[in-house]
Every structure is written in C-alpha cells, then in structure tokens.
C-alpha cells in the first residue's frame, strides 16, 4: 500500500526550513502532497494584502518544481485550517513542522484526521523563524 503524506502551510516567502520540512516529511511515506495556503488565507491572518511576500502562483510553482514533492493542492478552507482539504486528499500520514505540537493545533483538524485514519506526526523538520516573525521584524525595523 502507497502512503501518502501531507504536509500544509503558506510558504510565504519559501525558506530553508520549509525545505528540510518537505523533505524530512517526503521520507515518511511514498508520496508527499503539499496543501497550500490561498492568498485570501494570508490577508486573513496577516491582516492586510500588502503583506503576501509571493502570490499564490509563485508559491505554488516553486513547490510544484521540487523534487520531494508529488502533488501541491491549493487549500479550500476559508477558516485559516486545512481541515476539509485534508478531508479531500485523505493521507495517511499529516506531518507538521516544528512549530506545532498538540496543544496547538486546531482541532478541527485533529478531529478530521481521526475521522480518516490519518496519523498527525508533530516535530518534522525544526521550528526556524516564521513568516510572521519576519514581518514583526521588518514592521519593528520601519518602526510601525
């Protein structure tokens, strides 16, 4: 049997934390689906349009270029979780980065891998600076 593994985030802009995350989360499985955040998604928690570094369309393609990666899959979500596109891609395996970890995930979609029999393993890859730090750091850098 094929597993399948998702991972999911903005990737915006995309790093070297992302990589290591893709390619330690491709060496779970046989295939590795990235779900990514829509630009609508970005404006909603970064709060305004300004503050998308790469559009959709980039972040998609630089995705869809690396090798690790099988498949990129926009996300259908309007809540800031990828809970009904988990629902759609159905893995067996949903690998997040080191920023989360049970307390913090949302539980919608803890509650939507119970109900596919997808395992949720925490910790690939290592917590580097997000994108939101970077935005802290350039807001306190213009001083806003």
Do not use: W
Request: with cysteine.
């Amino acid at each position: 049997m094929k597993i399948t593994v998702a991972v999911c985030g903005a990737f915006d802009p995309f790093r070297i934390g992302h990589l290591i995350h893709l390619k330690k989360a491709r060496a779970l499985g046989d295939e590795l689906i990235v779900i990514v955040n829509s630009d609508a998604d970005l404006v909603r928690k970064r709060g305004h349009p300004d503050l998308i570094m790469q559009p959709l369309g980039e972040r998609y393609q630089l995705l869809k270029e690396l090798r690790c990666v099988d498949e990129v899959v926009v996300a259908i979500d309007n809540d800031g979780t990828v809970a009904q596109t988990l629902r759609l891609v159905r893995p067996e395996i949903f690998a997040k980065g080191g920023d989360r970890t049970p307390p913090n995930m949302p539980r919608n979609e803890v509650a939507v891998c119970k109900e596919i029999g997808c395992q949720i393993v925490y910790g690939v890859g290592q917590a580097l600076s997000s994108s939101t730090d970077l935005i802290k750091r350039v807001k306190d850098f213009k001083g806003e």
